[in-house]
Every structure is written in structure tokens, then in C-alpha cells.
């Protein structure tokens, strides 16, 4: 079996426990942590033993802390190898099923790591959030994508634009996890779960399920295929980002720039792409 510098694993009787190994430093997430996550789901997708896999944090306090910021200096961006495929995808398109067993505090991108697997055990105790705002950023891996998937377009936006936090009973009402339970008894319910109402099922279904329920929740948005040249991943689209990022950099001496400055600095910049014309109104008094 093999063995990784931030995580453990654990094999029994059909249940892998991949546990994130950096306590010391909340459980947050490095380069070395997303490569050793490939790693082991490479290896756990091609044992025929491994049925269902458990995700959780090393200790009591955090589950995953999120984005280690030692990390994203400019200086170290340069020194850091790249991991290759995205990890939270990955456990996303992982064709068994995955549990994260929330066991403290899920925070940006710890949160985000849950939501990409697909059931949430959360311990009573614990915490969970996206507070990148907070700090004039956004979620980065993916949770602009899979929270509204999860718990509706208007409490996602809520949860973005705030920055607050849940509590476990705040996160089972809204959907965000699949059942809560005290810490001392979270692993306990998560394995009962699994060897339950998961390896019993047929392998081929729970994967077939699982890519086609992807598939359908995660396809191109359909304003893109109805209106050709105007997605993101279009030419103009990608000239409209690049005018944002520019505009963005000559406003970043401030930590939280007013709208109207970068509203003003973007109107200042070239126009670039196509404008939408205005639309007629559908009605019309005369």
C-alpha cells in the first residue's frame, strides 16, 4: 500500500480512509496535499477492494482550513512544481462513491472540498463556509459551480456574498450536508453509512449513477450554446476577463476597491468584444 507525506490512508474491508495529515497547519491545503490527493485516488480507482472511500481532517479542530497562504506569495508561485489535474474534480469524476466526514472546521476551500464529494457527514461541533470575500477574493475550486448545484442559487449567493459561516444544524437545513452527529460518533455513522447503503450496491450502478449525475448538473451552461462567441471560453470573452484583471490591478492598492472606482476604471478601458444591444420592452402602454 502505498504511502503519502500529507494524508493517511487506511484500507478495511472495502472502506478506504484517506485522513488530511497537517494538523500543525490546520489541515490546509498545498501543493504537495493536491498532488498526494491524485496519487491516492489514482490508486484507490484501480483497487478492486476499495468500494467506497471516507475523506476527512487529522484532530479535532479542522476538517480542512483551506488554502495554505504560504502559498500564494508571487515568490513561492514561482518555486512550487504544478500538481497537474485538479483534485476537486477529481473527487468529483472519482467513479466510487465519496464521503467527507466533516470533523471540524470546513473553511473556503475546505468547504469547497467537501462539496465535491457526495455525501457530507458534519460533526455538531464543527463549521463550514466560503468567507473568501471577506478578504476581496472568491471561492477558487469550484464553489461558484457546486454550491447553487447543492443548496440553490439564492442561499449559495448568500453564503458568497457574506462570507458567513454555518453551523452544523445551519448546513443540514439547507441541504449542504447529508446528516450531523456528535464528534465522538461521526466516524462511527459515516461507516455504518457506507457498509449499509453503499457496498451492498452493484459496483457498475453506483459508478454509472454517480458520472451520469455529474454529467447532467455540470454540462455547459445553455445561454452559452444558444448564444455562440459570447462564453467565457470564447475569444471575447476572454478579452472581457482580461479587461477585469487589468482594472482590478490598477485599483489593487486598495483591499476592498468601491465599486464606482472600478466601475469607473473599467468604462476608462477600450471596449473590447461585442455589446449586447438593448432589447424592446415586450409591452408597451401605446
Do not use: W
Not at 497562504?69 to 489535474?85: C, D, M, Q, V
Amino acid at each position: 500500500m502505498p504511502t503519502y507525506e500529507t494524508l493517511n490512508l487506511e484500507l478495511k474491508d472495502g472502506l478506504a480512509c484517506l485522513t488530511i495529515n497537517r494538523p500543525k497547519s490546520a489541515n490546509t491545503l498545498n501543493r504537495k496535499l493536491m498532488q498526494d490527493f491524485n496519487e491516492a485516488l489514482d490508486f484507490l480507482e484501480t483497487d478492486r477492494d476499495t468500494r467506497v472511500v471516507l475523506l476527512t481532517g487529522a484532530g479535532e479542530r479542522h476538517f480542512c482550513g483551506g488554502a495554505d497562504l504560504r502559498e500564494t506569495t508571487p515568490e513561492t508561485a514561482k518555486e512550487r512544481p504544478a500538481f497537474g489535474r485538479d483534485p476537486f474534480t477529481h473527487f468529483e469524476d472519482f467513479p466510487k462513491p465519496v464521503i467527507a466526514v466533516i470533523n471540524g472546521a470546513a473553511m473556503g476551500g475546505g468547504c469547497e472540498l467537501a462539496i465535491a464529494c457526495d455525501f457530507r457527514f458534519m460533526a455538531e461541533e464543527a463549521k463550514i463556509g466560503v468567507p473568501e470575500i471577506l478578504f476581496g477574493a472568491l471561492p477558487a475550486g469550484g464553489g461558484t459551480q457546486r454550491l447553487p448545484r447543492i443548496v440553490g442559487l439564492a442561499k449559495a449567493k448568500e453564503l458568497i456574498f457574506t462570507g458567513r459561516h454555518l453551523s452544523a444544524q445551519e448546513a443540514l437545513a439547507i441541504g449542504l450536508v447529508t446528516t450531523i452527529s456528535p464528534q465522538k460518533e461521526l466516524m462511527a455513522r459515516a461507516e455504518a453509512f457506507a457498509r449499509e447503503q453503499l457496498i451492498p450496491r452493484a459496483r457498475y450502478a453506483l459508478a454509472t449513477a454517480k458520472t451520469l449525475h455529474t454529467r447532467i448538473f455540470f454540462q455547459k451552461n445553455s445561454y452559452e450554446h444558444q448564444l455562440p462567441g459570447t462564453g467565457l471560453d470564447s475569444s471575447a470573452g476572454r478579452r472581457q476577463i482580461e479587461t477585469y484583471r487589468a482594472a482590478m490591478l490598477r485599483v489593487r492598492d486598495a483591499s476592498f476597491p468601491p465599486h464606482d472606482r472600478l466601475q469607473k476604471v473599467l468604462l476608462d478601458e477600450p471596449r473590447t468584444g461585442t455589446v449586447r444591444p438593448r432589447r424592446s420592452p415586450l409591452f408597451s402602454d401605446h
